[in-house]
């Protein structure tokens, strides 16, 4: 069998062994340590947010900032459609209820005209979000101006799900810094990793202080185990802090490098597309930087002449190369269906059509060679 060509592996820069040796030498091994604060100064420094606590992971870092905005029982979260699951479940883990906001064309995220429809909607009904959620699909920012003007229309505040986001930017401002918080993710497969964990972020020391007391079993201060509040485990341990200190020193070259395997990826579909297809990509709007963590097409059979994404996955398949079908958005899962969504079907096309092909910074020469074989052996 060939050897597997991977969606999105994890691709170390070689300072990450240092890190962790420096982290063995010093037996810095149990939970916190030096590495955990280098970690969360690179993220601030990056970012441009002021703080930053490594967690355990990205959905930790929404569950987090969920408690500290005092989302309860029976609260409306307001959550992008087109998304992981991660970033729904936190609403559930509060017993709140999570209102569903369908996609734009313009850069597949939340749409902001049906985010005010849905926040007007439950005004209406006697229910103001305590929360919105939008989320950086893929790497490629959201709108965030906009969402962020109606927002403050409402004085709504907002958890900007950057997990998929770092290194991409909005005229010069990086994903991750946009939100009253904001959240990453340093799961396996994303752009840089730390095997798993994620950072909640915010310009409001107080806010993170309150998050690192709360992920770490909100221990009071006392000289025995005093807890007048539920805690977490949730924080992220030396060790893996110290491979995101290693990985944050490439994270610009891992961009670069998924930039231009888009840009592989689209100087081939436009060769395609000239015979007759109309393979469509992720849009870029003008001042947006995406990171392009996962490349991303639109194979719609009616304009295809009969192709869909399924013939694509297969033919991968075939040559033991990784591709994956879009995020399936939350109002058609079964576990989020009953709950309330507002929009017109976009997300819903887009999962319908959408193919994620092999992106990861680490793909060679002789790995496009044989992912355009397959596509050649489908479109010619």
């Not at 939970?31 to 601030?44: A, R, T, Y």
């Not at 919105?132 to 403050?152: E, K, N, R, S």
């Not at 290693?246 to 930039?259: I, Y």
């Not at 709950?339 to 819903?348: L, Q, T």
Request: with cysteine; proline share 5%; aromatic share 10%.
């Amino acid at each position: 069998m060939k050897s597997k060509i991977w969606l999105s592996s994890p691709h170390m820069g070689g300072s990450e062994k240092t890190f962790v040796q420096e982290a063995f030498d010093t037996n810095w091994i149990a939970p916190l340590g030096p590495h955990v604060n280098g970690f969360e100064s690179d993220i601030q420094h990056y970012t441009g947010a002021r703080h930053a606590a490594a967690l355990s992971s990205g959905t930790a870092a929404i569950h987090l900032a969920l408690i500290l905005l005092d989302v309860k029982a029976g609260d409306v979260v307001i959550c992008q459609s087109m998304t992981f699951t991660a970033s729904a479940n936190p609403i559930i883990y509060q017993a709140a209820t999570p209102v569903f906001v369908d996609s734009e064309t313009e850069t597949w995220n939340m749409n902001p005209e049906y985010l005010e429809q849905a926040i007007q909607d439950q005004l209406s009904k006697g229910k103001k979000p305590k929360a919105i959620i939008p989320v950086h699909l893929y790497g490629m920012p959201a709108q965030m101006d906009q969402i962020l003007t109606v927002a403050g229309k409402y004085d709504i505040p907002v958890i900007e799900d950057a997990a998929e986001a770092i290194g991409s930017r909005i005229n010069g401002k990086s994903c991750g810094s946009f939100g009253k918080f904001s959240i990453l993710s340093f799961n396996g497969n994303k752009i840089i990793t730390t095997s798993g964990g994620g950072a909640l972020l915010s310009d409001d020391g107080d806010y993170i202080r309150q998050a690192r007391f709360l992920s770490t079993q909100a221990r009071d201060r006392a000289p025995h185990y005093e807890h007048t509040q539920i805690g977490y485990n949730y924080r992220m341990s030396n060790v893996l802090a110290g491979i995101g200190r290693g990985q944050m020193e490439v994270l610009d070259e891992r961009v670069a490098a998924r930039r231009r395997n888009f840009e592989r990826y689209a100087f081939y579909f436009e060769k395609v597309n000239l015979n007759g297809y109309h393979i469509g990509f992720q849009p870029e709007p003008a001042g947006y930087h995406s990171n392009r963590w996962l490349t991303a097409i639109t194979v719609d059979p009616a304009t295809n002449k009969g192709i869909t994404r399924e013939a694509l996955l297969r033919a991968f398949e075939l040559e033991n190369i990784e591709c994956r079908l879009l995020w399936k958005p939350m109002h058609l899962q079964p576990v989020f269906q009953d709950y309330p969504f507002y929009g017109n079907g976009i997300s819903g096309y887009i999962f319908d059509t959408g193919l994620c092909l092999p992106s990861g910074s680490n793909l060679t020469d002789d790995d496009f060679d044989r992912i355009f074989s397959v596509l050649d052996s489908v479109f010619r």
